[in-house]
């Protein structure tokens, strides 16, 4: 188990959406003085190299972050995301990317906290090396599931929560809602993302037939599709449900959505915004 490695994938187009989202939130969050807790239950290792073997293999980020890289004219709404890329790559070139543990320290405060749990060995060794050792700051090489529960409900009473799975066992659709489940229950004024990947429609189907089962109120769905639903043929669409989101947060995706649209798909992506269940 565990033969998923990010840095095969750091950058692409699923990469793109997660981590603007994720931008968009943040600096939400930073709107307020209050110190905030940033939890990464699936954290990765941090920051990826995109000239090394896994990054030129795939060649993701080619059709991802790449096509945005050097833009004049993006939108204000991809702002906080290309300043999160740029802080990594200073010198100019596009040479490395941030995974979310590193976009999220690009809008984390001196008084912020962070809690990252990743499972991989060599992940959480690299996640260890490429974060800043702060007493605020806690890497942890433990399930991220479990490690959710003992960082809820954060000391700020103010939170941002990503669940980034794999999925590369299938119970992961129903558990990694079941973990945000626990988390309202511990603490219910928090912000929860949650990753998805589309392979299965009818796997989407059910995690959104389970959300509204779990009588969790104010999720937000947004989804990007490259290529119609194919099943059995990997990856075809990417998407998000948020819990909490920012109140502008789906017009702003659907702005963010439209300009990968046209920067990275010619006009030929399928997206949405849906409040899968409202406030
Ligand atoms: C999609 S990647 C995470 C990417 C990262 N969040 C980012 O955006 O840069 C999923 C990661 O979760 C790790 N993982 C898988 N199962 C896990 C678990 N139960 N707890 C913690 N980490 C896990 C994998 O090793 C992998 O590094």
């Known amino acids: 188990m565990l033969s998923y ?58 059709e991802g972050v790449l096509k945005l890289w050097g ?12 300043h999160a890329i740029k802080k990594q790559n200073k010198k100019g070139n596009l040479s490395y990317y941030p995974g979310s543990p590193q976009v999220a320290l690009a809008f984390l405060r001196s008084n912020d ?4 749990f990743e499972l991989h060995p060599k992940d959480a060794d690299t996640l260890k090396k490429n974060t800043p050792s702060k007493s605020r700051f806690q890497v942890e090489h433990k399930d991220g599931y479990e490690g959710l529960k003992s ?17 590369e066992l299938k119970s992961e659709y129903r558990a990694s809602i079941k973990a945000i489940e626990m988390g309202v229950k511990r603490f219910s004024t928090g912000t929860y993302m949650l990753w998805y990947p589309v392979v299965d429609r009818k796997l989407v189907q059910g995690m959104e037939k389970y959300w509204v ?65 409202a406030e």
């Open 5 to 62: 490695r990010h840095g095969f994938h750091a950058g692409n187009y699923a990469d793109v959406l997660k981590h603007s989202a994720l931008c968009l939130i943040l600096e939400y969050m930073c709107k307020k003085d209050k110190p905030f807790a940033y939890i990464d239950t699936h954290a990765g290792a941090g920051s990826y190299s995109l000239k090394n073997d896994m990054a030129i293999k795939t060649g993701e980020f080619n």
């Open 213 to 277: 089962k779990t009588g969790i109120k104010n999720v937000l769905q947004v989804e990007y599709c490259r290529e119609p639903d194919s099943p059995g043929y990997g990856m075809t669409g990417t998407g998000l449900f948020i819990v909490n989101p920012p109140w502008q947060l789906a017009n702003q995706l659907t702005t963010v959505m439209e300009a990968m649209n046209r920067y990275m798909d010619s006009g030929k992506a399928v997206s949405r915004v849906v409040q899968l269940v």
């Open 113 to 116: 906290a962070m809690r990252l």
């Open 71 to 82: 833009q004049d004219h993006l939108p204000e709404e991809l702002g906080p995301y290309m």
């Open 151 to 167: 960082a809820l409900p954060p000391v700020s009473r103010r939170a941002v929560v990503l669940i980034d799975p794999s999925y």
